[in-house]
């Protein structure tokens, strides 16, 4: 095995031994937020939320995939993604500045119930995951077809499970671990309306991706099923009828 080839089996090991330190740091983050101060800490936090989003959403630019194409092997683009990710999130866990401020404060029955949704959100979102193929959201399915040096099988189109109600279950259950929260304080305010932003946007543009990749079953899957089954309008609803053309070449109308 050359020098190039184990860097490739180290980069996904790492990967994989990353992504598992990421989700403890996000879930702990997310619960307990941060105890740093600092002065402009709005500025430092809007900075860091959004900071998070481009390069999560650069790396699935057809451009910078062909790109990367050119001196990376296919199978570890996932690793990639799934690593820079990873970064932009422990960036943000460790600058994030905190705000005493909040905009609400509960206790009781009002916690527990805000606290069940946070760890339901946590449950659906492994599940999501699990149905979508968690090795595809990590790049560990394709790195292992590249270390076996065998082709990975087409990625199946899911329509079964919380598919059925929505197309986004995994940005919906993202949506709880942001909102669901017994103390919103106004750092933690910035940060669930920069996501919940990018989440909306996120979901237009993936319905675009999947209806290159995937073609007509995934427009008359769109129409029958919302993107959102709480917040089905704009690009989350459902896709319109006309947006179907003999050809099977258009467009969903989602705006």
Avoid at 105 to 127: I, N
Avoid at 180 to 189: K, N, R, V, Y
Avoid at 236 to 246: E, I, N, P, Q, V
């Amino acid at each position: 095995m050359d020098l190039s080839r184990w860097l490739g089996v180290a980069f996904g090991i790492g990967t994989q031994l990353l992504f598992l330190f990421t989700v403890v740091y996000l879930f702990l983050f997310l619960r307990f937020g941060s105890a740093r101060h600092q002065e402009m800490w709005w500025l430092l936090d809007l900075i860091l939320a959004i900071g998070f989003c481009l390069p999560h959403s650069l790396l699935l630019a057809p451009p910078i995939l062909s790109r990367l194409k050119a001196w990376v092997p296919s199978g570890l683009f996932g690793c990639i993604h799934c690593t820079v990710t990873c970064i932009s999130l422990l960036a943000l866990f460790h600058y994030w500045a905190s705000c005493d401020v909040a905009l609400w404060r509960l206790s009781g029955l009002g916690e527990t119930l805000v606290l069940v949704g946070f760890y339901g959100s946590w449950v659906a979102l492994f599940y999501s995951l699990y149905l979508t193929g968690m090795g595809y959201q990590t790049g560990l399915t394709q790195w292992w077809y590249w270390f076996r040096r065998t082709k990975p099988p087409v990625r199946p189109f899911v329509t079964q499970g919380a598919f059925r109600l929505m197309r986004h279950p995994v940005y919906m259950s993202f949506l709880g671990l942001i909102w669901f929260t017994p103390t919103m304080t106004l750092d933690h305010a910035i940060l669930t309306t920069v996501w919940t932003v990018y989440i909306f946007a996120g979901s237009y543009f993936k319905d675009r991706r999947l209806i290159r990749f995937i073609g007509q079953p995934y427009l008359e899957y769109g129409r029958r099923v919302p993107g959102l089954p709480v917040i089905g309008f704009g690009s989350l609803r459902r896709f319109k009828a006309d947006s179907l053309d003999r050809n099977d070449k258009a467009t969903p109308t989602v705006l």
